[in-house]
């Protein structure tokens, strides 16, 4: 079995110590194989906030990590820097690449990066990268889960989140489903919820699941979301994954099971 552990929005600079540790004590305890930080890194895009989030995750002790971008890790306030190196601290500390991908026997992993330099919040994914994660999608084994990480969500479940999704979801779900992608992972709004997505977008005849994740860390939650990170588990070849939600309890100091959702895959014969 492959597991993957999602951290998002950790938002360092905004990092609560004791959930920080928290967490810590879960990645070690549950011993994961891969690491997905899926943006927001940082509050503000400072070098000193991007090599804080680095520590921390080395701290983990995770074999592989792959890592994005947010719309945060982009600076907001130094326009020159904006325009001409937006990503120069991010890649001092995550590079030497943006958009890498992971694999196990069980699992493929696939990052786009969704932020551009001139949106302050929103993100896009362009038709050049629908076709480069569809492409790598299909090299995948039969027996591997394949999952698509981006920043911004491709579903929302509420309209007053709307605003925030991804700019191009549409194409890029239909054609990330018809590549064989099983699960797309985000972050960006802090509200952590599973949903399958064949079910809410007309003509979509595979089954296809949205994943996101609350923040990790940060002091900025949402009164109806603590504290999250999500644990996926998946066997290679079965036909169905896990999802866990893991949040952390004030009462414990401890982050603690709150939520498992079994996936179900749609797969082919041929996989």
Same mark, same amino acid.
């Given at each position: 079995?492959?597991?993957l552990?999602?951290?998002?929005d950790?938002?360092?600079?905004?990092?609560?110590?004791?959930?920080?540790e928290?967490?810590?004590?879960?990645?070690?305890?549950?011993q994961?194989?891969l690491?997905v930080?899926?943006?927001?890194?940082?509050?503000?895009?400072?070098?000193?906030q991007f090599d804080?989030?680095?520590a921390f995750?080395?701290?983990?002790?995770?074999p592989?990590?792959l890592?994005?971008?947010?719309?945060?890790?982009?600076?907001?306030f130094?326009l020159?820097?904006?325009?001409?190196s937006?990503?120069?601290?991010?890649?001092?500390?995550?590079g030497?690449?943006?958009?890498?991908?992971?694999?196990?026997?069980?699992?493929?992993?696939i990052?786009?990066?969704?932020?551009?330099?001139?949106?302050?919040?929103?993100?896009e994914?362009?038709?050049?990268?629908v076709?480069?994660?569809?492409?790598?999608?299909?090299?995948?084994?039969?027996?591997?889960l394949?999952?698509?990480?981006?920043?911004?969500p491709?579903?929302?479940?509420?309209?007053?989140?709307e605003?925030d999704r991804?700019?191009?979801?549409?194409?890029?779900?239909?054609?990330?489903?018809?590549?064989?992608?099983?699960i797309?992972m985000?972050?960006?709004?802090?509200?952590?919820?599973?949903c399958?997505m064949?079910?809410?977008?007309?003509g979509?005849?595979?089954r296809?699941?949205?994943?996101?994740?609350g923040? $990790?860390? @940060?002091? #900025?939650?949402r009164?109806?979301?603590?504290?999250?990170?999500? *644990?996926l /588990?998946h066997?290679p +070849?079965?036909?169905?994954?896990?999802?866990?939600r893991?949040?952390?309890? $004030?009462? @414990?100091? #401890?982050?603690?099971?709150?939520?498992?959702s079994?996936?179900? *895959?749609? /797969?082919?014969?041929? +996989?």
């Open positions: 079995m492959s597991v552990l999602q951290i998002s950790p938002h360092f600079g905004t990092v609560q110590p004791t959930v920080a928290a967490l810590v004590q879960l990645a070690h305890a549950a994961p194989d690491l930080l899926s943006g927001d890194i940082t509050q503000r895009a400072r070098p000193e804080a989030a680095r995750c080395d701290r983990l002790a995770i592989a990590m890592s994005l971008p947010g719309n945060h890790d982009i600076p907001l130094n020159w820097q904006r325009a001409v937006p990503y120069a601290a991010y890649l001092r500390a995550f030497p690449l943006i958009e890498t991908g992971l694999q196990t026997s069980a699992m493929r992993v990052g786009v990066k969704t932020t551009r330099r001139w949106r302050h919040k929103n993100g994914v362009s038709a050049a990268q076709e480069r994660v569809a492409a790598e999608l299909q090299q995948a084994g039969p027996a591997q394949r999952v698509v990480v981006v920043h911004q491709v579903m929302v479940l509420r309209a007053e989140d605003h991804l700019r191009g979801w549409e194409p890029a779900v239909r054609a990330w489903a018809a590549a064989g992608a099983d797309v985000g972050g960006h709004i802090h509200l952590p919820y599973v399958e064949s079910s809410r977008l007309a979509l005849d595979r296809i699941w949205c994943v996101q994740a923040t $990790a860390l @940060s002091s #900025r939650v009164q109806e979301a603590p504290n999250s990170v999500n *644990l /588990r066997e +070849g079965q036909p169905s994954c896990w999802v866990e893991w949040d952390h309890a $004030a009462v @414990s100091g #401890r982050f603690e099971l709150a939520h498992s079994e996936l179900m *895959l749609d /797969r082919s014969p041929a +996989g």
